[in-house]
C-alpha cells in the first residue's frame, strides 16, 4: 500500500514540478517579450500603475541574471505564495483573484461530476443488452458526449434562458443583489448556476453512460459470467456482478477524464459570463494579463492533482486486488 | 477471414451511418468553398440575415455568409483532426511500443512520462502555450494538440505490446535475429492494426473537441476560420441575446455530427473487429 | 439410468452456413460410471460438454433429446434449463482460474449464488467440502486474487459440486496443470463419485492417457460423430474402432503432455463440418477404407458395453 501511494505521490510531484518549470520557461522561451506587451496594455489603463509594475515585474522575473538563478527565485517566490500582481485587477494580487473564483468554478464541478458518473454508470449498465434502450437511448448517449460543452451550453441558454426567459444567462447571482445569506441571495445563487451544472452534467452523462454500456458488455462475456451462468445463476446476480466489476474501469476513467471535465467547466463559465476561474482565463486572456493566467494555470493543475489522488484512494477502496496485492497478503 | 470482416463491416449500422456522416461532411468541407466567389469572412450580404435561398445559414451581424463560414470551417476542422489525431498516434505508438516492447528501466521511464503528461489538464496547458504565441495557426494548434493528448493511447498500446511480446512469432523473429525496430514494425504492429486504427479514430475526435474548445476560448488561429471561431464569435457579438441562432447552431451542430460519428463508427468497427460483441 | 442422450444434434451458426459440431449421437451415462470423452479438438466433444448444460449464443439444438434421470433436458430453453443446472447437472469448466468473480470474497460469492438459486447456504457443510479438498476454511474469507491456480481450482471443483449433482461435466480441466497436480486433479474427481458427491461424471479430456487413470469408461469421438465408448481398459488395450488404434497406438507414456505430440501417426485432416462428406467420415484417413464405408455405419453394441461405429469392427 505504502509503495503504490508513494509511486503515485512521486508521479504528483514530478507532474507539479513540470507544471511549474512549464510556467516559468513559457515565458521565457516563447517569441515575443510579454512584460513589454503587459506594460504597454497597462500603459493605457492605469499610468499610474506602471511604475510599480516594472519594479515587480524586475524582481518576478529578475531577467538580467543568469537562468538558473531566475529559475530559483521564481520557485522561491511561488513557495511564498506570491503569484504576481494582477494587470486586470491592478492592484489585488493574482492569488486572491483566483481565491475569490475558486468556490464558483468547484460549486459546478464536483456537483456535476459526482452526479453524472453516479447516474451515467447506473445508466449505462441499466440499457447495456437491453435491446430497445440499447439501440434508442445509446445514439443519444453519443450525441451527448460528442457535443461540445460551449455549443450545449449555448444552446441551453438560448432555449432555456433568452426564448423561455426561465433562467437567467449571464453572472452567478443577480446584478442588483449583494452577496449574503439572505434567502433571496441564495435563490438567485441557484437559478444562476443551474443553466451552467445542467450543460456540464449532460455532456458528461453521455459520456459516463456510453462508457459504462460498454464496460458491461465486456464482462458479461467474462468467465464468471460464463461460470454463474452454467449454474443457473439469475440475470439480477449475475448482471450485479458485471456492474461490480465494470465500475472498477470507470474510476480509473475518472481521473483520466479529469482534465476534460475542468476543460469543460472553463469553457461552460465563459458561456454564462459565470464568475470562476473560466472567466478569469478569459479576461486575463484579452487583457494580456499573464500572470493571472499562469496563476490560474497552477491552481488548475494543483486541484487536478489533489483530485487524482482522491480517486486513487477511492480506487484501493473499491477495488479488493490492489488492496491484497500491496498488502502483501499470503 | 478479410472478407468475414467485410460481410460485418457492410452490415453494421453502427458503422454505416458513421461513416455516411463523415462523407458527407467531407465532401461539403472539400467542394463547398469552390461555390463561392468570396472568401468566409467578406462583408457580403446584409447585416443579421436570416436563412434564405441566397444564404442558406444567414449572415452574421457583420453581413458575413454563415454558410461559407461553415464549409470553410469545415476543411479547419478537419484538418486540426487529422493532424493532431495523427500526430498523437505516432508519439503513443513510439512511446506504447518501445516501452511495451523493451520493458524494464526503458518502460519505468515513458511510463513515468507518460503519466505526467496524463495527469496534466492538456487544455489548460495548451491555453498557457497559445496565449503566448502572437500568431496562431492551425499547424501549430495541431502541433500542441498532439503533443499533449497522446498518453492515454500510449498506455493502451503498452498493454497490447507487452501481451504480444511473449508470443511465438516475436520470439522466433528475436531469435533469428532481426532489430528491434523492425520486430515492432512487421510483428507487433500489423497484429494490433485494427486496434491502432481505432485509437486514431478516438484522438481524432478529441482533436478536434480541443481545438473547438481552445477556438472558443479566443485562442484559435489568427487567420482563416474554423468551427470554433465561428462560435467564438457568435459569443462574443452577442448572437444569443440578438437571437442570431443561425449563426451559433450550425457550427456546433457540425463539430457535434462529426465528433459523434467519429465516435459511433469506432464503436461499429469495433464489433466488426471483435466477433464477441456483435449482435447475433 | 443417469444420462440418455439420442441423436443429439448441435450446430453452430456461421457466416458460411451451418457447422454441424455435434451430428447425431447416441448413448447413455450410467448411474455412478465415470466416463471419459476424447478426441482431437473439433470432434464436437466440447460442443456436446456444453450443450449438456448450456448452449452458447452461437449453438442451436436441431434435434435429438437428452434424459437426465428420466426427465428431458429443455436444451434450446435458457431458462427452463435453469431448473437443471447446478442441481441435477453441473459443471467444473476448463477456465476454473478466472471462473470466480475477482471483487467478491469466495464464501460471500457462494453464499450469494446459493441463495439466488434459493438454496441455504450452510457453512459448515462447505467447510466440510472444502477440507475434502484439501483447503481450509480460510479461503471463503479470501479474494480469487490471493489463491493460487491450483487453490482456485478446488474452490470451482467444490463449488460445482455443492449441490450434489447426477451429472458432472468436467472440461478439460486437466489442460493447464502440470503433472503432479493432474493427478491430483483426477484423484480428487475419483473422491467426489465414492462418496457419493457426484452421480456419474463426464469427464472431457483430449488426454486419454490421463482420463484412463479414473474413467470406467471411455467414449472416443470423431468429426462429431461418436467413434467408439467401451469400458475404459478394454478400449485402451483392445480398441476396435481404426481411428482408436491411431489414437491409442500414438499415445507416448503416461504424463507426456498431448499438445507435444498431436497425432502425428495419422495421416491428414478431419473432413470440414459445414458440409461433411456422407458416409464414415474418417473413411479419407483410414486404412481399412472400403466401398461400404460411404454408407453411415451404426454405433452397434459389438459386445457388453462395447460401442463401435465401423463395419470392420467386427
Redesign the interface.
Known amino acids: 500500500m505504502r509503495r503504490y501511494f508513494g509511486r503515485k505521490l512521486l508521479i504528483y510531484g514530478l507532474t507539479f514540478f513540470v507544471a511549474v518549470t512549464i510556467n516559468w520557461m513559457i515565458p521565457r522561451f516563447m517569441p515575443g517579450d510579454p512584460v513589454q506587451s503587459m506594460l504597454s496594455r497597462a500603459n493605457v489603463a492605469q499610468p499610474a500603475a506602471v511604475e510599480a509594475m516594472r519594479a515587480h515585474y524586475t524582481a518576478m522575473f529578475g531577467l538580467d541574471l543568469p537562468l538558473w538563478q531566475q529559475y530559483l527565485n521564481f520557485w522561491g517566490s511561488l513557495l511564498k505564495g506570491d503569484l504576481g500582481i494582477s494587470i486586470w485587477l491592478f492592484p489585488t494580487p493574482v492569488s486572491d483573484v483566483i481565491v475569490r473564483a475558486v468556490p464558483y468554478t468547484l460549486g459546478l464541478l464536483i456537483p456535476s461530476i459526482l452526479l453524472s458518473w453516479f447516474a451515467g454508470n447506473r445508466f449505462g449498465a441499466f440499457a447495456a443488452r437491453r435491446k430497445w434502450l440499447d439501440n434508442s437511448v445509446l445514439p443519444i448517449g453519443y450525441v451527448l458526449t460528442a457535443t461540445p460543452y460551449m455549443w450545449l451550453a449555448i444552446l441551453l441558454a438560448w432555449a432555456l434562458g433568452i426564448v423561455a426567459g426561465i433562467f437567467p444567462v449571464a453572472g452567478a447571482y443577480g446584478f442588483d443583489l449583494q452577496a449574503s445569506w439572505s434567502w433571496t441571495f441564495l435563490g438567485s445563487l441557484a437559478q444562476h448556476w443551474f443553466l451552467p451544472f445542467a450543460s456540464l452534467f449532460l455532456v458528461a452523462f453521455g459520456g459516463w453512460a456510453i462508457g459504462m454500456r460498454n464496460m458491461i458488455i465486456y464482462e458479461l462475456e467474462a468467465d464468471y459470467v460464463n461460470y454463474l451462468r452454467a449454474l443457473g445463476a439469475p440475470t439480477r446476480l449475475v448482471r450485479r456482478y458485471a456492474f461490480r466489476n465494470a465500475i472498477l474501469p470507470q474510476v480509473t476513467g475518472l481521473a483520466l477524464q479529469l482534465g476534460v471535465l475542468v476543460a469543460g467547466a472553463l469553457v461552460t463559465e465563459i458561456v454564462f459570463s459565470y464568475p470562476g476561474l473560466g472567466h478569469l482565463i478569459l479576461q486575463a486572456i484579452q487583457n494580456q494579463d499573464f500572470f493571472l493566467l499562469q496563476g490560474t494555470f497552477l491552481f488548475i493543475v494543483i486541484g487536478v492533482l489533489i483530485a487524482n489522488f482522491i480517486i486513487d484512494v477511492a480506487y484501493v477502496l473499491v477495488d479488493p486486488r490492489t488492496r491484497t496485492g500491496m498488502g502483501g497478503a499470503a | 477471414m478479410r472478407n468475414e470482416a467485410l460481410h460485418f463491416a457492410l452490415r453494421n449500422r453502427k458503422l454505416v451511418v458513421g461513416t455516411v456522416v463523415i462523407a458527407v461532411f467531407l465532401v461539403a468541407g472539400l467542394a463547398g468553398p469552390l461555390m463561392f466567389d468570396h472568401g468566409p469572412n467578406d462583408y457580403v450580404g446584409p447585416a443579421m440575415a436570416p436563412p434564405s435561398g441566397e444564404f442558406w445559414f444567414g449572415t452574421t451581424t457583420f453581413g458575413q455568409d454563415v454558410f461559407a463560414q461553415f464549409v470553410y470551417g469545415l476543411r479547419a476542422t478537419f484538418l486540426v483532426g487529422v493532424l493532431g489525431g495523427v500526430l498523437a498516434a505516432a508519439v503513443g505508438m513510439v512511446v506504447g511500443f518501445v516501452a511495451g516492447y523493451r520493458g524494464g528501466w526503458v518502460d519505468e521511464l515513458l511510463n513515468m512520462l507518460t503519466n505526467i503528461v496524463l495527469v496534466l489538464p492538456a487544455l489548460v496547458v495548451l491555453l498557457i502555450i497559445n496565449a503566448y504565441l502572437g500568431v496562431r495557426s492551425i499547424g501549430v494548434q495541431a502541433l500542441f494538440i498532439g503533443l499533449t493528448s497522446w498518453p492515454w493511447a500510449a498506455r493502451a498500446i503498452r498493454a497490447q505490446t507487452f501481451s504480444l511480446r511473449s508470443r511465438d512469432f516475436v520470439d522466433l523473429a528475436r531469435l533469428s535475429g532481426v532489430r528491434t525496430p523492425k520486430i515492432i514494425l512487421r510483428e507487433i504492429a500489423p497484429n494490433m492494426s485494427s486496434y491502432l486504427f481505432l485509437t486514431f479514430i478516438l484522438l481524432f475526435g478529441s482533436a478536434i473537441l480541443v481545438a473547438a474548445s481552445l477556438d472558443f476560448i479566443g485562442l484559435g488561429p489568427t487567420q482563416g476560420v474554423s468551427l470554433g471561431l465561428m462560435l467564438n464569435n457568435a459569443a462574443r457579438w452577442s448572437a444569443l441575446q440578438l437571437g442570431l441562432w443561425w449563426w451559433f447552431i450550425p457550427p456546433g451542430a457540425g463539430i457535434t455530427a462529426i465528433v459523434g460519428a467519429l465516435y459511433v463508427m469506432n464503436v461499429g468497427l469495433d464489433e466488426v473487429f471483435n466477433p464477441k460483441l456483435r449482435e447475433m | 439410468m443417469a444420462l440418455n442422450v439420442t441423436d443429439l444434434r448441435v450446430y453452430y451458426?456461421t457466416?458460411r452456413g451451418e457447422v454441424k459440431a455435434l451430428d447425431g449421437v447416441t448413448f447413455s451415462v450410467a448411474d455412478g460410471e465415470i466416463m471419459g470423452l476424447a478426441g482431437e479438438s473439433g470432434s464436437g466433444k466440447s460442443t456436446l460438454a456444453k450443450s449438456l448444460?448450456?448452449l452458447d449464443?452461437?449453438m442451436r439444438h436441431v434435434g435429438g433429446t437428452v434424459e437426465l434421470d428420466g426427465k428431458t433436458m429443455p436444451l434450446s430453453d435458457d431458462t427452463g434449463?435453469?431448473?437443471?443446472?447446478?442441481?441435477e447437472v453441473?459443471?467444473i469448466?476448463q477456465?476454473s482460474m478466472?471462473?470466480?468473480?475477482?471483487?467478491?470474497?469466495i464464501g460471500k460469492m457462494v453464499g450469494?449464488?446459493l441463495e439466488?438459486?434459493g438454496e441455504r447456504p450452510e457453512r459448515a457443510e462447505l467447510e466440510r467440502r472444502l477440507e475434502l479438498v484439501g483447503l481450509s476454511k480460510d479461503v471463503l474469507d479470501?479474494?480469487p486474487?490471493?489463491l493460487s491456480g491450483g487453490m482456485k481450482q478446488r474452490v470451482?471443483m467444490v463449488?460445482?459440486t455443492l449441490l450434489n449433482p447426477s451429472l458432472l461435466i468436467a472440461d478439460e480441466i486437466t489442460s493447464a496443470l502440470d503433472v503432479s497436480s493432474q493427478k491430483a486433479v483426477a484423484t480428487t474427481l475419483l473422491g467426489f463419485r465414492d462418496r457419493g458427491l457426484v452421480t456419474s461424471m463426464m469427464v472431457v479430456t483430449h488426454d486419454i492417457s490421463l482420463v484412463y487413470q479414473i474413467a470406467d469408461t471411455i467414449m472416443v469421438m470423431y468429426a462429431g460423430r461418436l467413434a467408439e465408448k467401451a469400458p475404459a481398459d478394454v478400449l485402451v488395450t483392445a480398441p476396435r474402432h481404426p481411428y482408436t488404434k491411431q489414437l491409442i497406438s500414438a499415445l507416448p507414456e503416461v504424463g507426456v503432455r498431448y499438445e507435444d505430440r498431436r497425432l502425428t501417426g495419422i495421416p491428414g485432416n478431419p473432413p470440414s463440418l459445414l458440409k461433411p462428406p456422407g458416409g464414415c467420415r474418417f473413411r479419407d484417413r483410414c486404412p481399412l477404407a472400403f466401398e461400404q464405408c460411404a454408407e453411415q455405419p451404426p454405433f452397434a453394441e459389438v459386445a457388453p458395453g462395447h460401442f463401435v461405429a465401423c463395419w470392420k469392427a467386427e
Request: positive net charge; without cysteine.
Open positions: 451458426r457466416l448444460i448450456r449464443g452461437r434449463m435453469d431448473r437443471f443446472r447446478f442441481r453441473s459443471l469448466p477456465y478466472s471462473a470466480l468473480n475477482p471483487t467478491r470474497k450469494e449464488l439466488s438459486r479470501r479474494y486474487i490471493e470451482v463449488v460445482s
